[in-house]
Every structure is written in C-alpha cells, then in structure tokens.
C-alpha cells in the first residue's frame, strides 16, 4: 500500500500545483504533499545515512557529513523555475542526476583554547551520478564522482588547537576531488561491489543520528582519524580502494572494504608535514602504501509497520592496518625517548588495529505523527596503547525531530565525545617530567559537549545554531602561546551554519 499512497501524493502535487498562480502559492502543494508524506512512517525509507536502513527518527534533513542521505532541494520550491529549459529532467531520464550542496558557517571561539578569535569557512560539494542502466543499458551499475571547493579558515587549527575538530567541513582551502568511483549490483542488489577513490566515512562506523552534529568527529569518530596515517580515507582525502557489501535481507548487512593506507603518502626529507598540503588536489591516486582493512557487520531491527519494537541498527566493526607504527614512550633499546641519551626514534610495531560497536536506537515517536520524535546513539571504539596516541574512545547523543509545535522538520540534539590519550602516551609526559627535572602537563583525554539546533526553512535550505564546550584541548597539552608554558584552556565556541542544496 506504500506505493499506492506515493502514486496518491505525486498525483495530489501534480493537480495543486497545476493550480498554483505564483511563487507563493507554489508552497501549497509542497505543504500538503508533505502533510501526506507524514503519514507514511519513516522506517520505510529504505535509505538512511550510510546506505543501511534509516532507523533513526531523527535524522536530519541536511547534514555536511559525507555519509549523510540528503534527498531535499530547493528545485521543489521553485517550481518550474527550479529547471530552466528542463535539463535536469531530461538528464534524470537519461541517468545523469547533479547536485550541488553550499554549506557556510563561522565560529567564534570566546574563551579558551589557544587563543580567542572568530572564522568563516565553506563548502561547495558538486555531485555526479549516473546510471549507466539507463544511460547504456547496463543493468546494477552506477557511476559517481563529487568535488570540492573548500575555503575559509578553521576554528580548530588556527584558535582551539584541539584535536576533535569543531566542524566536519573544516579543512585547508582547496579545490578537490574526493570520490570517483564505479558500483556493480549483481544478484537482485543482494551484493554490490565499489571500486576507485573511496572514503571509508560514507559508509564505515556511521551513526544516522549523529549526522545531526556539527562536530567532525560525530561522523568519523576522532580515535581513527587522529591514529590512522594521514588521517585516514576520510574527508577532505579519499583514496584507491575497493568495497564489497552484502546484503541478504533488510534487516543484515556485511560490508569489508580494502583502502590504500595513506591518502597523502609519508611525509619525508622537505616534504610538508600536513597531508592536505602533500596531496593538495585528491588526484595523488596512491596504491603503493601498506592496506587498510575494514569489516562491518549491522543488524536492523523493528523495520515492520508490526513490529513491537522500536527502530534500532546495531554496528560491529573492527579495522587493521598492514604498516609500520612507532612506539610513543619508547625507543629500539627500551629506553624512554623523553631520555637525552634516546635515539629519539620509537620502537617500530608491525600493524595497528583497533575495533568499534555502536547502536542507533529510535526512543519515541510521535503518536500524531511517526516521522517525529527521538533517538540515541552510541559508540566506542579501542586501539592498541602502545603504538597510538588514543587508545579509547566513546561518544553519545540525543536527538529530537518535531520537538517544538509547527516545526515538525526542525532537529534539536546534544552530544558527548571523549578521546583518551593512551597509556604510553601519558606514560611519556610522566618520563618527561621525571627525566628533565622541568614541570609540565600531563595529557590525559580531550571531551567536547555538543548543541545543536537545525532549522528547516524551506525544502534544501536549513539554519543551524550551534555551540561546544571542549574540555582539555588536546589532551591537556601546553599552550603554545603562553610564555609559562600552562595547559591549553577549556574552549567555548559558538557557530552558526547555513545549508542550500540543488
């Protein structure tokens, strides 16, 4: 009966905005297709972030995290002037669909952190799909490739100095390319296989909820993105790889991706030590770095109009890394390299790894309304001490769709995040402190405290207020603007972010 009712709404818009005289009175069927849409529960998505079912009730309607499933554009809106000379619409026929993302915002750092200042920063994600079924004839395949213009300046880099980045957009300004890849569905869509430049935050450890949050490090969690070369194939450096997901039913899905292991490449004699700097444009297209390895597993439950349960996806993953990985207390003879007499080089491990469980859990919908209402999420993840500077990781949050009267699309959510510097880590600070006879912090974990508001203002347009509280800045270190060398301070940073989609 879904589609019957989708038929009934299409049907329903098509005669309203027929009707409509203007600008304004093209609202009104966008109103009440979306009054009718509402009743249609929002389990039946097939999609949320990620590509797994949406189980989240609160997920939001645009979101700058790459693995975020944004369906809403101000083409809607604009009627027939959302498609001069009807291009995309023949384009869409024949396979080809674009989209064009602009997200802006600026931060103010009041207090706190490495120093007080403000940012503006933004992105422009242009989108490329096509689908060569109906463009060649070629039955489960798709192509896509999206880009980047980045610009601005980061809150993070320049003025918190903290390593759980205050934005998911947030990166050096460039131009780039970040995904190209070619898909094969075989077997009814029961497997797919990805291979080209790929990015494991599209598809890896994704909380749908989470892609509400401002922060970085609710779409990727900050644990791999610190400990993994270069941060890993994740936004703004994706990487050759390939994907195999397999999906027997709704309610299952395994997925295991192999990644070159360094999007940049070492840094080595004159070469910049940032990696956005090493591989300034995305085209690097290395394959000669040691692999990396993910597996996932997720089991999506209360997928049914009957089921008694809630909505919920939980996640198991685990990821190994085939390079070379330094000690970070000591060298090749066991001696502390906080000691004059060390080498100075760590010892070398052979391999890294670590692993992850999360769950995504709708709390209560709306008895007026199933599309709103709230969910949860939560992860953890663990890596070795003796080769990371984290070893553990946990974050959590809480989101509401609808929460306040006539703003059923608007989302409201706080989250918690925390990163522990590892044993070794800290054991090193202890050495440093013990060995040189000079005072100085010893790091122990960095928290940040997420709100965050989404407002809906028209389909493809939203307005976000935001605030985070960052405890401990990277793991309580030295302020390196301060002459007395004391930690870097707790950070308050307000924001605000702007969303329109085409």
Known sequence: MVWVKGLAVFGAGLVLAGQAAN???????????????SETPFFLNPRGAGGDPQTSVAQPDTSAKPSANLTTSIQDPLGPYGDPGGVRSFLLQKGISYNLTYIGESFGNVTGGSRRGGVAEGRLDVQFDADLDKLLGWQ???????LYQIHGTGIS??????FITVSAIEALPSSRLYELWFEQRLFDDQLSIRVGQLASDT???????????????????????VILPSGGPIYPLATPGIRAKYVPNRNFSLQVGVFNGDPAGAARGDNNPDPQRRNRTGTNFRIN???????????????????DIEPGTVTLGGWYHFGRFNSQSRDQSGRSLSDVDSIGIGRRFRGDSGIYAMIDQTLYREPDDPNDGASVFMRVSSSPTDRNLLDFYFDAGIGYKGLLPGRSDDTVGVAFALSRISRSTRQFDTDAIFLTGVPGPRRSSEAVLEATYQAVLAPGITLQPNFQYVFRPSGGTANPRDADGDRIKNAAVFGLRATIRY
């Open 23 to 37: 600008a304004q009175d093209l609202l009104a069927p966008l109103s009440e297709v979306a009054r009718i849409a």
């Open 140 to 146: 489960g395949a798709i192509i896509h490739s999206n």
């Open 157 to 162: 880099r320049y003025f918190v100095n903290n």
């Open 203 to 225: 598809e890896f450890a994704v909380s749908q909820t989470g892609t509400l949050f401002i922060n970085s490090t609710f779409g990727w969690p900050n644990i791999m993105a």
């Open 289 to 307: 770095d040691s692999a990396l390895v993910i597996v996932e597993a997720a089991y999506a439950y209360g997928l049914e109009a009957h089921d």
